[in-house]
């Protein structure tokens, strides 16, 4: 993308404060409001302020026409690896809590801004699958235009950390630099996940300890703390249920290993993430609390992956289970509503429904659900406009705004393109 068109598309991008009106468009709620046609919704300060038919649109808003347009949230990415280029995976232990995705963000990725013209306001950035437990993730928000990598950080969004299981963690497809590492089983999987746990529980106890002396005022002398570890301390939070944990998946029966260690040591799983075979396992899922954020019909690439079916996300919703639909792809993510359309074909899941997968049940995975995933008075306004129902094969992304803030205008970008080519000819 040219330095012309990007400071187009910057300059075009409102004050924050100000107050937008969206008129005259059916508005896709996904709320108990459901569908509203030839709604308003009315945006002020980065909030949503109203939304509705009898809306007033106050005097000197600025006013976004949705005659023949259709508003729906922005769209949640749970499974992203966008921003990070190289820095995905810190392949050289197998356990890497420590490390920090958020060290890391390239605010200039251009996937950012392509995935905005996809309806795609957050993502889930998470680390690779090298490790049984990996670093932790960072949720961002797609604000293109930011010069600080920071304030593309959902600051609301609760921690997370990426879990792997299966074929990667044991390296069954690829090596990493230096020499072959422990597990190379599944067995091998499970054990150091329960050993990190272990650890990290006598890691807090004796911090614990160390609490209760100084607490306890013992001598004219403070307590020698114990030594901090970034690692273990991670991973104690995740016991304390200030960490949510993703974890990479896709064997029914590794899925169940997890579950009963987590039930074991005391820990939840958040979200399974890919978990192809989570149909064959969907009551267990749903018993235990967790989502499963999985491909629409991504499979085959590798033996683990092979017996996955069209209808799991169906399924998965069927019994329970808080279901999204991800991407783990810079290209995929930006059709992300026709992989929830998907859901609708094979299943029959109900268009409300659907939409959840790819709004507010990722939202919920990530802890979030109560600032963005539906349109409602209050909530932040991430929110995606197009041209037809975003079901619709002809459906395109015509503006995505987050807080408030249009963040991509097709019209906007288009006439920026011409811009730039006709400066290049003139040349």
């Known amino acids: 993308m040219n330095a012309l068109l990007l400071c187009a598309l910057l300059a075009a991008a409102p004050a924050a404060g100000e107050t937008t009106a969206i008129v005259g468009a059916t508005v896709l709620t996904v709320s108990k409001a459901g569908n509203l046609d030839k709604a308003t919704v009315l945006i002020r300060d980065g909030r949503i302020a109203a939304v509705g038919a009898d809306v007033t649109v106050p005097a000197g808003a600025k006013v976004i026409d ?13 499974h992203s690896h966008a921003a990070i280029e190289d820095n995905v995976n ?14 890391v963000i390239d605010h200039r990725d251009v996937n950012l801004y392509r995935q905005l013209a996809g309806g795609v306001t957050a993502i889930n950035v998470l680390h690779g699958s090298c490790n049984a437990i ?21 600051a609301e969004a609760p921690r ?15 090596s990493a630099p230096g020499p072959r590492r422990y597990p190379a089983t599944r067995m091998g999987v499970a054990e150091v996940i329960r050993e990190a746990f272990l650890e990290a529980k006598a890691y807090r106890r004796e911090w614990q300890q160390h609490e209760k002396k100084k607490a306890a005022g013992r001598g004219a002398i403070a307590p020698v703390p114990p030594r901090r570890d970034l690692r273990l301390e991670t991973i104690a939070d995740i016991l304390d249920g200030k960490v949510l944990i993703h974890a990479h998946c896709y064997r029914s029966d590794e899925i169940l290993m997890l579950i009963g260690l ?4 005391g820990f939840k799983v958040r979200t399974f993430q890919h978990v192809l075979e989570g149909y064959k396992v969907a009551s267990e899922i749903a018993k235990h609390g967790a ?4 491909f629409s019909d991504w499979w085959a690439f590798k033996l683990e992956a092979h017996d996955a079916i069209p209808f799991n996300a169906a399924v998965l919703h069927s019994k329970g289970v808080v279901v999204s639909l991800n991407s783990d792809s810079n290209e995929l993510a930006r059709r992300l509503y026709w992989e929830a359309a998907k859901a609708v074909r094979y299943g029959g899941v109900p268009e409300q429904e659907a939409l959840k997968m790819i709004t507010l049940n990722p939202a919920w995975q ?3 659900d109560h600032l963005v995933g539906s349109i409602e008075a209050g909530k932040q306004a991430d929110l995606a406009v197009f041209s037809a129902h975003p079901f619709s094969p002809d459906a395109r992304v015509e503006m995505t705004l987050v807080d408030g803030v249009v963040r991509f205008d097709r019209a906007q970008d288009l006439a920026a393109r011409s811009a730039a080519t006709a400066a290049g000819g003139a040349q």
Request: with cysteine; charged share 20%.
């Open 66 to 78: 949705g005659a023949g347009r259709f508003v729906m949230p922005g769209i949640i990415d749970a």
């Open 90 to 103: 810190e392949c050289t232990d197998v356990v890497t809590a420590q490390v920090r995705i958020a060290d």
């Open 160 to 174: 997370g950390i990426k879990f792997a299981l299966g074929e990667n963690p044991k390296r069954a497809n690829f």
């Open 366 to 368: 990530l802890g979030v």
């Open 291 to 294: 989502g499963a954020s999985t």
């Open 262 to 265: 987590a039930e074991e040591l």
């Open 134 to 154: 990996g670093g932790q993730n960072a949720v961002l928000k797609l604000r293109w235009g930011v010069d600080d990598p920071a304030q593309l950080v959902f």
